[in-house]
């Protein structure tokens, strides 16, 4: 096996040379992906490697683009198509819910909808308003649909090939915080890393911490202030459909979970989560269930995002509330 270090830049941009290689039938398309390789240099490289036919720049206009992508994949491509900032994923919301998660249902199987929309999500970066938001419930709530949001350039990589591959439509979402703030050892050959199968980034067994995302990162931070206590951190990978058995026998084991998430609290993955905890381990608990999340309010930007976004010592703070409980 070689690795290499690697950003998660490097890594996406990495999978998709890769996928387009292999299966003549993927194809990129959005705003600036070709000559500029998108606002990120997500896809730097890839129209001069596989051309226009393959590598599209599109007009300004996210319906179009999600709408172009659901009929190319109807009609046999796998299309991945690039929407600049999370936030711009809202025009094209009737495109995705009322089509391309439907589709397989509509046709009773005949046809299925393999298309990724691969968006910069959340916040960190102190950029614009619609440039640092977190929907991901929006998406989660909708059948037939798949959401996945990795945590590091190696899971990036990985998910990323296996949501090219995968028959049905996924929302996949790339916390543009972390896009260059570290590397860490990427295999340069071509693999798939399982969807809706989470990971334990740290093995406890005190309390366990259920985040995802860029708070992933966050939360080791808060790990590392709390030596003493023996804390299990879970990285979801995919949110939905998430990985409800290795969440409940983590919190069976431990007795007590957290759940840390950027996104506003009300409705939030994380009341899913502890509902999912109380119909499956109520009792196990030695302590109600906490979350650890944005607030429920608009973004707040630039200088005060600081303030709305779960940080170590809220989580640090969540954690001690729960031990003493």
């Known amino acids: 096996m070689v690795t290499k270090k690697m950003n998660m830049i490097e890594a996406i941009n990495?999978?998709?040379?890769?996928?387009?290689?292999?299966?003549k039938d993927v194809v990129l398309l959005g705003e600036d992906v070709g000559v500029d390789g998108g606002v990120f240099r997500a896809t730097q490289g890839l129209y001069m490697a596989f051309g226009e036919d393959r590598v599209a720049d599109t007009p300004l206009c996210e319906t179009g683009i999600v709408g172009a992508a659901i009929g190319m994949a109807l009609?046999?491509?796998?299309?991945v198509a690039e929407i600049q900032?999370?936030?711009?994923?809202?025009?094209?919301?009737d495109q995705i819910l009322s089509h391309a998660a439907r589709i397989r249902t509509r046709s009773r199987g005949r046809f299925s909808c393999p298309l990724v929309i691969r968006s910069p999500y959340g916040g960190g970066v102190r950029a614009l308003e619609h440039h640092s938001d977190a929907p991901e419930t929006?998406?989660?709530?909708?059948?037939?649909?798949?959401?996945?949001?990795?945590?590091?350039?190696?899971d990036a990589k990985g998910l990323l090939a296996a949501s090219i591959s995968d028959p049905?439509?996924?929302?996949f979402f790339e916390p543009k915080k972390i896009y260059r703030s570290?590397?860490?050892?990427v295999e340069e050959e071509r693999y798939i890393t399982p969807l809706s199968e989470a990971k334990v980034v740290k093995e406890g067994e005190d309390i366990t911490i259920v985040s995802y995302g860029s708070m992933v990162r966050t939360c080791l931070e808060a790990c590392e202030l709390l030596e003493q206590t023996s804390i299990e951190l879970i990285d979801l990978r995919t949110i939905m459909p998430f990985d409800e058995?290795?969440?409940?026998?983590?919190?069976?084991?431990?007795g007590r979970c957290i759940v840390v998430h950027e996104a506003p609290r009300t409705l939030g993955l994380g009341?899913?989560?502890?509902?999912?905890?109380?119909?499956?381990?109520?009792?196990?608990l030695k302590a109600p269930v906490r979350r650890v999340t944005g607030y429920d309010v608009t973004t707040p930007l630039p200088k005060l995002e600081e303030f709305f976004y779960p940080t170590p010592d809220r989580i640090v703070h969540a954690i001690k509330e729960t031990m003493n409980f």
């Open 168 to 171: 049905d439509p996924t929302i």
């Open 182 to 185: 570290f590397k860490e050892d």
């Open 85 to 93: 900032f999370e936030g711009f994923t809202f025009p094209a919301f």
């Open 245 to 254: 058995n290795k969440v409940i026998q983590s919190v069976q084991k431990t």
């Open 14 to 23: 990495l999978c998709l040379h890769q996928e387009m290689e292999k299966n």
């Open 75 to 79: 009609y046999g491509l796998r299309p």
């Open 271 to 284: 009341a899913e989560i502890v509902a999912r905890i109380n119909e499956k381990a109520l009792l196990d």
């Open 138 to 154: 929006f998406y989660a709530h909708i059948p037939g649909l798949r959401v996945v949001i990795p945590s590091g350039p190696a």
